[in-house]
Structures are given as C-alpha cells and as structure tokens.
C-alpha cells in the first residue's frame, strides 16, 4: 500500500466588506452615493456581479470615486477574478493615496497572485496606522509564509491571535506551519481551535483529515475530508484527499471516482495526478500510470514520491534504464523512496 497523502494547504480570506459613504455636493455626485448604496446592500446580501454592476453605474457618475473601486475591488475579489480586483484597487489608490483600506486590501489580492514585493510595499505603507490590526499580521504571516521566512510568519501569527483570540484564519495558517514541520499535535490544536469559532472552516477541516491520514487514522480521515466535502463539494484538495484515503483501503474504483473529479476541477494539481498514478500502478496498468505520472512530473513542482513511484511504474514496465533516469533525479530530490529503490535496483 501507498502511505503519501498529499500536502497542507492554507488559506488567504478576503478582508472584511468595506462600506463608506462620501459627502456629495453635485447632482452626479448624488446620483452616484446612491447607486454606490445600492451597491454595498448588493455586496452584503453576497450578490457580487450586481453589486459590481451598481459600482459601475456610480462611477460612470463620478469617476474618482476611490471608494467604489475599492469595494467593487472587494465584489472582484469575492468572484476570484484576481487581476481585475488588483488593477481596480491600484485605482482606488491611485484616486486617493490616503485610502488606507485600500492599500490593506491590495495588499492581500496582490499576495495571492504572488506579487509579494508589492504586498511588502503596501504593508509598509499602513503599518503605523494597522500597528493594532489582527488582519494585518495575518497577511504579514502570510507574506512571511511565502517568502520562506518561517520564524518571522510565527511571530505574525501570533501577534493576529494575541490581538483578537477569534480570527480562525491565523489558527489555521499557524497550523499550516506546524504540519509542515511535521509538529502535528501542535498543528492539530490550532486547527481544533479554529473549528471552535468557526464549525465551517473547511480549510481546518480538511488539514485534520491530514493529520489523520499521518496517523494512519484512515476512517477518521475519511470523516474529515466528507465533512469538508459536505460544506464545499467543489472542493479539490479535499476531493483529492479522500480519493488517497480510500486508495489506502484499497477502494479503488472509489478512489479514482474522488480524484478524477478534483482534476475536473483543478487539473494541473500535481499530488492529484500522482494520486491517479498510484490508481493504476494498484491496477498493474503500467502504461497508463507511467503517462499520468509523467503529466504530474511536466509540472515541475515538488511532489511527495513523485520520483519514486514513476520510476517504480517504469521498472515494472520493463523500462530498467529510464527507472535508474527518474531515481536519480529524485535523489537530487532527497525522495526517500527514490533513494531506496536506486539502491536496491540500480547500484
């Protein structure tokens, strides 16, 4: 049996909604306060392509409205439309450059596209007025986080929990770096403590199905991951780990069913691609998983055993030399597996 499980995953929320409302003297101004009312009841009520439509019309109206390019900023960001929401929160900044909400928000948009020397910019730019913002020293975690720096990420993390004791958020980005260093009774705990001020945290969820799939905990595991699935069936990461759950119980047909559809949903999702591998490498299809293990490996991302078990599925295919090819690369790797098996077959 297969004992990799694919890795943790954090999340980056969105700020909270942001709801002002300027003085107006002119008659357009009027006009565009009013649709920008009717934009923020649109945004409230989660009705995110009104709310934008609303947000347009005043700024057809007056069109330095920097507080509507900051929510309609916001309603992009809610519908995942990425670059959109950053290009028209810089507009809100450039509008009014004292629009400091709009910095916090840029700041977070601009990170999860990866620009994070613009997220360091913008953090810096508010840091004297957030010094007591809880939000804040989340996404400098998170910047932290993404620029490797781990001990400054757990003071970040800290600071966010020590200023407000509720934000699930920090629990479970604090969480992720402990399972990433593989202290998971401390990571367990923060995930618990997340699900205890928000039962619906599906990120903690699914990293508790994690912790139980380390554990050898399969049923306990399986229980996480369909709670998670219960609250978002579109889920890929939780599809995905199901499908592994069940590849370990040798459910296979169930398993394939689980990651196939997170591939559906998120095809270029390395761990996926090798879970459907270890599918047919169960099933003795060679050939099928030596193609689905090589589109796993054209993603050059860092796999867990992604090495080892392609090579396994080529040695078996009576592919002898391209195995030793591929150990080898995963030795470069310091895949564990990698190195076992160039041992015993190549050397």
């Given at each position: 049996?297969?004992?990799?499980?694919?890795?943790?995953?954090?999340?980056?929320?969105?700020?909270?909604?942001?709801?002002?409302?300027?003085s107006?003297?002119?008659?357009?101004?009027?006009?565009?306060?009013?649709?920008?009312?009717?934009?923020?009841?649109?945004?409230h009520?989660?009705?995110?392509?009104?709310?934008?439509?609303?947000?347009?019309?005043?700024?057809?109206?007056?069109?330095?409205?920097?507080?509507?390019?900051?929510?309609?900023?916001?309603?992009?960001?809610?519908?995942?439309?990425?670059?959109?929401?950053?290009?028209?929160?810089?507009?809100?900044?450039?509008?009014?450059?004292?629009?400091?909400?709009?910095?916090?928000?840029?700041?977070?948009?601009?990170?999860?596209?990866?620009?994070?020397?613009?997220?360091?910019?913008?953090?810096?730019?508010?840091?004297?007025?957030?010094?007591?913002?809880?939000?804040?020293?989340?996404?400098?975690?998170?910047?932290?986080?993404?620029?490797?720096?781990?001990?400054?990420?757990?003071?970040?993390?800290?600071?966010?929990?020590?200023?407000s004791?509720?934000?699930?958020?920090?629990?479970?980005?604090?969480?992720?770096?402990?399972?990433?260093?593989?202290?998971?009774?401390?990571?367990?705990?923060?995930?618990?403590?997340?699900?205890?001020?928000?039962?619906?945290?599906?990120?903690?969820?699914?990293?508790?199905?994690?912790i139980?799939?380390?554990?050898?905990?399969?049923?306990?595991?399986e229980?996480?991951?369909?709670?998670?699935?219960?609250?978002k069936?579109?889920?890929?990461?939780?599809?995905?780990?199901?499908?592994?759950?069940?590849?370990?119980?040798?459910?296979?047909?169930?398993?394939?069913?689980?990651?196939?559809?997170?591939?559906?949903?998120?095809?270029?999702?390395?761990?996926?691609?090798?879970?459907?591998?270890?599918?047919?490498?169960?099933?003795?299809?060679?050939?099928?998983?030596?193609?689905?293990?090589?589109?796993?490996?054209?993603?050059?991302?860092?796999?867990?055993?992604?090495?080892?078990?392609?090579?396994?599925?080529?040695?078996?295919?009576?592919?002898?030399?391209?195995?030793?090819?591929?150990?080898?690369?995963?030795?470069?790797?310091?895949?564990?597996?990698?190195i076992?098996?160039?041992?015993?077959?190549?050397?």
């Amino acid at each position: 049996m297969f004992k990799f499980t694919v890795s943790v995953y954090r999340t980056l929320l969105i700020l909270p909604f942001i709801l002002i409302f300027s003085s107006c003297n002119t008659q357009s101004k009027k006009d565009a306060a009013d649709f920008f009312l009717k934009a923020n009841a649109a945004l409230h009520r989660n009705d995110y392509k009104e709310a934008i439509r609303w947000y347009d019309e005043a700024l057809e109206k007056n069109e330095s409205f920097s507080d509507a390019y900051l929510n309609k900023g916001i309603a992009l960001l809610k519908l995942n439309l990425l670059e959109e929401s950053f290009q028209t929160l810089s507009t809100a900044i450039e509008k009014d450059p004292t629009l400091l909400q709009a910095y916090m928000a840029r700041a977070e948009v601009a990170l999860i596209l990866g620009k994070t020397q613009i997220t360091s910019q913008d953090l810096s730019a508010i840091s004297k007025e957030y010094k007591d913002s809880s939000r804040y020293y989340l996404v400098e975690g998170n910047l932290n986080t993404a620029l490797g720096q781990i001990g400054q990420a757990y003071s970040s993390y800290d600071k966010s929990i020590a200023l407000s004791v509720d934000n699930p958020e920090a629990y479970v980005n604090r969480g992720y770096l402990y399972f990433q260093e593989k202290r998971y009774p401390l990571a367990e705990q923060d995930f618990n403590s997340a699900l205890r001020i928000n039962p619906t945290q599906t990120e903690a969820i699914n990293n508790l199905g994690l912790i139980a799939t380390k554990n050898l905990q399969y049923a306990k595991a399986e229980g996480y991951f369909k709670r998670a699935l219960d609250l978002k069936p579109t889920d890929a990461y939780a599809l995905n780990n199901l499908g592994f759950v069940l590849l370990q119980t040798n459910r296979l047909s169930e398993a394939q069913s689980y990651i196939e559809r997170a591939l559906t949903i998120l095809p270029q999702n390395g761990y996926a691609l090798r879970n459907l591998g270890l599918v047919y490498a169960n099933q003795k299809n060679w050939t099928k998983a030596i193609e689905v293990f090589n589109k796993a490996l054209d993603l050059a991302e860092p796999v867990e055993a992604l090495q080892g078990h392609s090579g396994m599925a080529y040695w078996e295919n009576k592919q002898r030399d391209e195995a030793c090819r591929i150990w080898n690369q995963g030795k470069i790797l310091q895949d564990s597996l990698s190195i076992a098996y160039l041992k015993q077959y190549c050397d």
